[in-house]
């Protein structure tokens, strides 16, 4: 897969303190990747020296196949960044303002009119395209904000925190938007939050940021595994004896259970079993107790998400 960002040994230190660790990183194109750690981990250092804005004190970084330390401005032409705020023109009008950042990035009038309403409507803003930005909602404005990357047809968007602020039902809708213009337009898309649960819902892969050093990267499924004893998936299950002639015990059903493909672990306590398992058996696991003539009190399961990874590695 072609690469659109690529980090290897990137160090960046104010004095003493060592915002970021020796960052080795890469994301390919049309990727959603999620960077989530705390305030403070270095999330906010690193997109800086991503687009150029701030020296590099060791380490290589290319964005869009470009050295970000030496091209600087060839970056921020093929990246679009998304901060937590975004400034406007509160007097301008949303598509005025759309118009104006299109004249700073040198796009011809009436091709930049052409494609700021299409972006609005994609945002969902061509009813509001006429109205003050100073009356829009904390909502709109992000939608705008991300209208305003767009513009210059970005092959990379940076979003850092875009979702502060905004009600539940606004995070819901800025989220899908976020995939829906990733998927259609194959924009890659590094998004930037200490939100668990947001970044669950989006991103491809992510990468566990603390104090500095990337502790961890990969798909969600895939750091449950290394960290839950390679078992992702935990299912309990009770059992009631249906029939007098069974065809098995309680011990050789374990035994049975021990065989499915997948499954770490079996633990029996009187009529209930607590199974581990690489991936979700639960199906094959009620297939195997019904047809040896056991019945199904009760099946629950527990898939390790990205709330449980994160505090793993805080303990750790």
């Given amino acids: 897969m072609e690469k659109r960002i690529e980090v290897s040994g990137l160090t960046k230190k104010y004095g003493n303190f060592v915002a970021v660790d020796d960052l080795t990183l890469s994301i390919e194109k049309g ?18 020296m991503l687009l150029g804005l701030t020296e590099v004190d060791s380490g290589h970084v290319e964005v869009c196949g470009i050295d970000a ?7 921020k032409r093929k ?6 705020d975004v400034g406007f023109y509160n007097d301008y009008s949303g598509l005025q303002n759309l118009m104006y950042i299109a004249r700073l990035n040198n796009i011809p009038e009436e091709q930049a ?5 299409n972006i609005l409507e994609e945002v969902g803003l061509l009813d509001a395209k006429d109205k003050k930005v100073g009356n829009y909602s904390r909502g709109m404005r992000q939608r705008l904000g991300l209208a305003d990357v767009l513009i210059k047809e970005p092959e990379v968007i940076i979003l850092d925190e875009p979702t502060l602020g905004l009600d539940p039902e606004g995070v819901r809708k800025f989220l899908e938007l976020i995939v829906k213009l990733s998927r259609k337009k194959g924009i890659t898309v590094l998004f930037s939050s200490h939100h668990l649960h947001q970044i669950q819902q989006v991103c491809d892969r992510v990468g566990i940021f603390v104090k500095g050093k990337l502790l961890a990267k990969g798909k969600i499924s895939d750091l449950a595994e290394q960290l839950f004893s390679k078992n992702a998936f935990t299912i309990e299950l009770g059992v009631t004896n249906k029939e007098s002639n069974l065809s098995c015990s309680l011990e050789e059903l374990a035994n049975k259970i021990n065989a499915i493909k997948g499954v770490g672990k079996v633990t029996l306590n009187k009529d209930h079993f607590l199974v581990e398992s690489k991936h979700d058996v639960s199906g094959e696991l009620s297939k195997l107790v019904v047809s040896l003539g056991y019945g199904l009190s009760y099946l629950t399961k527990k898939e ?11 303990q750790e």
Wanted: charged share 20%; no cysteine; aromatic share 14%.
């Fill in 31 to 48: 990727e959603i990747f999620g960077l989530l750690g705390p305030n403070g981990a270095g999330k906010s250092t690193t997109i800086l």
């Fill in 69 to 75: 330390t030496r091209y600087p401005l060839d970056v």
């Fill in 79 to 84: 990246v679009g960044y998304l901060p937590e």
């Fill in 113 to 117: 009119k052409r494609h700021a309403l």
């Fill in 304 to 314: 390790y998400g990205l709330d449980d990874i994160y505090h793993q590695y805080f």
